[in-house]
């Protein structure tokens, strides 16, 4: 989480929506972090579970293979086969995360 305060060019803000005192003063977000629940206006309450994208989990992490990378053209005119390309030679590698051992 970050605040943005006044732009030091413009002396005032350049986005409001992202000024934290602002959001404040406005009620844009309230000031108890407590009561911001369904504040977005969302239907669906968070369970505590991730999904399994936001995890890390290796199936999860493969690559889609309906979507050729990179494209071949890129919006107006940039011709994409320009750009160095990715091979892949081998097996995606995983990384585990530490763990402790008792003492």
């Known amino acids: 989480t970050w605040k943005i305060g006044d732009s030091t060019?413009?002396?005032?803000?350049?986005?409001?929506?992202?000024?934290?005192?602002?959001?404040?003063?406005?009620?844009?977000m309230p000031a108890d972090p407590r009561e911001a629940i369904n504040y977005c206006g969302g239907s669906q309450l968070f369970d505590g579970s991730y999904a399994a994208s936001a995890t890390g989990d290796a199936a999860s992490m493969q690559p889609t293979p309906s979507l050729a990378f990179p494209p071949a053209k890129i919006s107006p005119s940039f011709d994409a086969t320009l750009l160095p390309t990715y091979t892949a030679t081998g097996s995606v590698k995983t990384l585990f995360a530490p763990t402790s051992t008792a003492a």
């Open 9 to 28: 060019e413009l002396g005032r803000s350049s986005s409001s929506m992202w000024h934290h005192h602002l959001r404040l003063q406005h009620g844009w």
